[in-house]
């Protein structure tokens, strides 16, 4: 699918909040996807970064999509683990979500997000196991 066909389906497969993070899609291949995520100011936390929370929603979206990608269609599915590691903070105006499907069964699928920084730095990674039902 393309980057335009997957955000086009956003606001019919993810809860309006999820929408409302203004995500952009870049690419999109078979199986993964890149994401411009702009670090909104409702983003920030009181250490004057990017809360973890927003973090972990754009990681676990982006390899929602990647599966939708991988499929070439929507079909319900949920997430079942999710596992983040923070690096770095998050700096600049906005952040890089790269993920991919490592690894799908008839049930199971195994994916993985990079959060970069604008310069390119890893600052988060996430591994996470989706359920198709």
């Given at each position: 699918?393309?980057?335009?066909?997957?955000?086009?389906?956003?606001?019919?497969?993810?809860?309006?909040?999820?929408?409302?993070?203004?995500?952009?899609?870049?690419?999109?291949?078979?199986?993964?996807?890149?994401?411009?995520?702009?670090?909104k100011q409702e983003f920030?936390?009181?250490?004057?970064?990017?809360?973890?929370?927003?973090?972990?929603?754009?990681?676990?979206?982006?390899?929602?999509?990647?599966?939708?990608?991988?499929?070439?269609?929507?079909?319900?599915?949920?997430?079942?683990?999710?596992?983040?590691?923070?690096?770095?903070?998050?700096?600049?105006?906005?952040?890089?979500?790269?993920?991919?499907?490592?690894r799908r069964g008839r049930?199971?699928?195994?994916?993985?997000?990079?959060?970069?920084n604008p310069d390119g730095?890893?600052?988060?990674?996430?591994?996470?196991?989706?359920?198709?039902?």
């Open positions: 699918m393309s980057p335009q066909e997957l955000q086009a389906l956003m606001p019919s497969v993810f809860a309006p909040w999820i929408v409302a993070m203004e995500m952009e899609l870049l690419e999109s291949q078979p199986g993964s996807v890149r994401i411009r995520l702009p670090v920030i936390h009181v250490g004057e970064m990017m809360c973890g929370q927003a973090v972990m929603a754009a990681a676990d979206t982006a390899m929602v999509l990647a599966l939708i990608n991988e499929l070439g269609e929507f079909r319900p599915l949920t997430t079942a683990q999710l596992q983040t590691s923070f690096l770095r903070p998050i700096t600049g105006d906005h952040c890089i979500v790269t993920a991919k499907i490592l049930k199971l699928a195994f994916g993985s997000s990079d959060i970069a730095r890893l600052a988060a990674q996430a591994t996470g196991t989706l359920t198709l039902l």
